[in-house]
């Protein structure tokens, strides 16, 4: 299934025709607290689900074009990130000369484990990134994203699937230099994420996934999930064994090489097979 937030955190079901709103589904929320529906929604989910799918099928479908798409989890609680996960995109960083060369920017996710964006940083398919700086170096990374769906701490590697409740795509968004990751990677805007999440059950293996991230008609980063350096299970189990983990918390999972500059107009399409496409415009902020 892939389930999306539209319009003013709506939740909605995707099918060919549009999405079937299936908002009313889940326990009511006060209004002051709708910005947290979808938290609710995936906590729920293993009794929501036959009155999902039953609404979904009965429902009837508003045009894409007629909503406004948020970020499928508009306000998660925690975004969990890896660092330099692809032994491909450590290299590169090795050796590019604009970054200072600490111990810690080079440091693999095995080595190195986690850090956290601002949570706050998370936008929707239809937001744009608002470069923060005119004169600084901003990259895009694409990366596959993880939706938890149950709390855990020190989740046990061989039951860490359990927890996932779906996929998405993400763009993690990073200011190139010498200050700490939470900075570079937590302005507003530098986490798009997107366009809907699928439903855990439909992905069979998140190590066999292939990305792709263009720039304008540029490809400029393809990659297999299959070259992770920290796979899926063990990124939930060491980052779950620092940090409880929560329903709609998004983990990102790392991004290959071909990490480049993105310019206002410019137009970023990410694809992960499987999981979904989406193509977010840059602009700057005034
Ligand atoms: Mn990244």
């Known amino acids: 299934m892939k389930i999306v937030s539209f319009d003013d955190y709506r939740i909605g079901v995707l099918n060919d025709d549009g999405v079937v709103d299936v908002t009313d589904v889940v326990s009511e929320v006060p209004d002051k607290l709708k910005w947290a529906r979808m938290l609710v929604f995936i906590e729920e989910w293993d ?58 920017s080079l440091a693999s996710a095995e080595e190195y484990g986690m850090f956290l964006k601002a949570s706050s940083a998370v936008t929707g398919p239809e937001d744009m990134v608002m470069r923060p700086y005119k004169d600084r170096l901003i990259h895009h990374e694409s990366e596959l994203v993880m939706v938890i769906g149950k709390r855990g701490s020190a989740i046990p590697l061989g039951e860490a699937m359990n927890y996932v409740f779906g996929y998405t795509c993400g763009l993690d968004i990073t200011v190139r230099g010498g200050e700490d990751r939470s900075k570079r990677k937590s302005f507003d805007t530098f986490a798009p994420t997107g366009p809907y999440i699928v439903t855990a059950d439909e992905i069979e293996d998140p190590g066999k996934l292939e990305i792709n991230l263009w720039v304008n008609e540029d490809l400029k980063q393809h990659a297999f999930t299959s070259n992770l350096i920290v796979d899926c299970p063990n990124m939930i189990a060491n980052m779950s064994w620092v940090a409880t983990m929560e329903p709609g918390d998004l983990l990102f999972t790392g991004t290959p090489s071909g990490v480049g500059e993105i310019l206002p107009g410019d137009l970023v399409t990410i694809n992960i097979s499987d999981v979904g496409e989406m193509a977010v415009r840059v602009g700057e902020r005034s």
């Open 47 to 104: 009794s929501l689900r036959s009155k999902v799918e039953a609404a979904a099928k009965d429902g009837t479908s508003k045009p894409l074009s007629s909503v406004k798409l948020m970020a499928p989890v508009p306000s998660p609680r925690k975004v969990y990130a890896a660092p330099a996960n692809y032994k491909d995109h450590q290299e590169e960083m090795a050796n590019a000369t604009f970054i200072p060369h600490d111990t810690a």
